[in-house]
């Protein structure tokens, strides 16, 4: 038989068992809503914005083209909108993150994007994470991130590179909004860029 396991398969597998891990850290699953959006040739929001526990099992698959631009676009928007209802009923949201997993080669050009990432870094309302699976073209990954949080991983297990998110959520839950989380350090297979 073939025993070929598809990366996109680990992956779904890694951010199942990351969902478990957050929710076994009372503080870190009180702080923590999750929302997943997949990006091939079309763009699918494939979890809406939750309270982690409340998470469903994910499903992704990988084909076709890489609309990478589309994908961060309707991240961002959710971000944002995440936040205002945070702050609609007075609620100070902690810096949120999004965390963008790819092994291809974005099929539009990135500049516009990266530019408004970078504000929206720069007023702390964001922190994008790539990670760069083989094949992924890194030096695009630090234009779009202007060289910062750009990681690779080695091979296609996510589990530690999870471990390592959760860690740093659980490091986030323990301060203030605001306020700067210790860092964690990064697992074996997993090098900045």
């Known amino acids: 038989g073939n025993t070929d396991v598809r990366p996109i398969d680990e992956l779904v597998s890694a951010l199942n068992r990351f ?3 957050v929710c076994e850290d009372p503080a870190t699953r009180d ?3 999750v929302a997943i ?3 091939n040739t079309e763009v699918r929001v494939v979890q ?3 309270p ?4 469903e099992p994910v499903s992704l698959e990988a084909y ?5 631009t589309a994908g961060l676009r309707t991240a961002i928007d ?3 909108e995440r936040g205002r209802f945070y702050r609609r009923s007075s609620t100070q949201p902690y810096c949120p993150w999004i965390v963008m997993i790819t092994d291809g080669y974005p099929s539009d050009s990135i500049d516009q994007i990266a530019e408004e990432i970078l504000t929206l870094d720069q007023q702390d309302k964001l922190r994008l ?3 760069a699976v083989q094949g992924a073209d890194v030096k695009l990954l630090n234009r779009l991130g202007h060289g910062k949080r750009v990681l690779t991983l080695k091979g296609y297990d996510f589990t530690s590179f999870f471990n390592w998110v959760s860690k740093s959520m659980r490091s986030i839950s323990v301060s203030s909004p605001g306020e700067k989380p210790k860092g964690q350090s990064l697992p074996e297979n997993v090098d900045k860029a």
């Open 37 to 39: 959006v997949e990006f």
């Open 129 to 131: 994470w790539s990670l």
């Open 78 to 80: 959710m971000v944002v």
């Open 19 to 21: 969902k478990t891990e």
């Open 52 to 55: 982690i526990e409340y998470m």
């Open 48 to 50: 809406e914005f939750v």
């Open 64 to 68: 076709g083209g890489t609309n990478m």
């Open 31 to 33: 702080i923590l809503d």
